[in-house]
């Protein structure tokens, strides 16, 4: 950077020279020197010679590092720029094969989903259908048992109600003279049992 402020004070020290004119005075005291010998427009093109070997060498000296650092940077620039488009390319790519496969992909997933649907749907009938045949199992045995309680109850009903028809009969039948007799005969059977 240093070399590029010198190069500019040099450049505006050399247009200084080379516009600088004679003065006016001395035009006019001395017109032949203006137009004379040539040896002011030697110093002009003299100034001029050591300005461009001073440019010259400092281009030479700078400006080809300079230009060399610049023009890889640029290179190393078009180099990320061709792999960032290369990966932008790549991933392009990628999202246009994902989408040409979205179609099916959503096919895929809708044809699993009917299949997961009829797996469960399977299941789920076979389980209903076992969880009916085990209430029916159930129920038939429930009402084994309570046909068996019942029946049982009702043998229990008819023995007391025989009993209790029996027991009605028998006093129906045994009036008190009957009566009287079978205590005699049951005494008279004690009393016979008692002398063995």
């Given at each position: ?15 200084a020279l080379i516009g600088q004119e ?115 199992m159930h129920a038939e045995q429930e ?17 007391a109600l025989a009993i209790e028809l ?31």
């Amino acid at each position: 950077m240093r070399w590029i402020h010198a190069l500019l004070v040099l450049v505006l020290a050399a247009s200084a020279l080379i516009g600088q004119e004679h003065p006016p005075e001395a035009e006019a005291h001395a017109p032949e020197a203006a137009h004379g010998d040539g040896s002011w427009t030697l110093w002009k093109w003299a100034n001029f010679a050591i300005l461009m070997a001073a440019l010259g060498f400092l281009a030479a000296k700078h400006g080809g590092p300079f230009f060399r650092g610049r023009s890889e940077e640029i290179r190393k620039g078009i180099a990320d720029a061709a792999a960032e488009k290369q990966a932008a390319d790549a991933r392009f790519a990628d999202v246009e094969r994902r989408l040409k496969n979205l179609d099916s992909e959503i096919a895929a997933l809708r044809s699993g989903s009917r299949e997961e649907m009829k797996a469960e749907s399977e299941r789920l009938r076979l389980e209903t259908t076992s969880l009916l045949a085990k209430v029916h199992m159930h129920a038939e045995q429930e009402i084994a048992s309570l046909g068996k309680a019942a029946r049982q109850d009702l043998r229990n009903y008819a023995a007391a109600l025989a009993i209790e028809l029996a027991e009605r009969r028998i006093r129906e039948r045994i009036t008190p003279q009957v009566h009287a007799g079978l205590i005699s005969k049951f005494a008279e059977g004690m009393q016979d049992g008692g002398r063995r």
